[in-house]
């Protein structure tokens, strides 16, 4: 099992910026793609940003511009860079990645434990 831990989440003044990290552990795995979701009270979680299994990144509109996803491949860390934070950022931030198990076909999902971002003046 692939564990996840977010860390950095606090409270903020609007327009003020956060850094989100997610550190993956275990054994023996390989992560194929990672990704950033939030879920605001009383709404459904959302993507944020992520990598894809290609490489590439998708940024969800409400975010571009103000936010920028990376990536330790070394650390198996992933970071999420939040910029000019709105109140309406305001979430728990969870941590998203589809593994496998080194030599294994099967793909696994896992979820950190979330993060709170709340941004208020």
């Known amino acids: 099992q692939v564990q996840l831990v977010e860390s950095g989440g606090g409270l903020v003044q609007p327009g003020e910026s956060l850094r989100l990290s997610c550190a993956a552990s275990?054994?023996?795995?390989?992560?194929?793609?990672m990704g950033w979701y939030r879920q605001a009270p009383g709404k459904e979680r959302e993507l944020v940003a992520d990598?894809?299994?290609?490489?590439?990144?998708n940024y969800a509109d409400s975010v571009k511009g103000r936010v920028t996803i990376s990536r330790d491949y070394a650390k198996n860390t992933l970071y999420l860079q939040l910029g000019s934070l709105k109140p309406e950022d305001t979430a728990v931030y969870y941590c998203?990645?589809?593994?496998?198990?080194?030599?294994?076909?099967?793909?696994?999902?896992?979820w950190g434990q979330g993060t709170q971002v709340t941004v208020s003046s």
């Open positions: 998203n990645a589809r593994w496998s198990w080194v030599g294994g076909a099967r793909d696994f999902t896992s």
């Open positions: 275990g054994s023996r795995f390989r992560i194929s793609a």
């Open positions: 990598f894809t299994s290609g490489g590439g990144t």
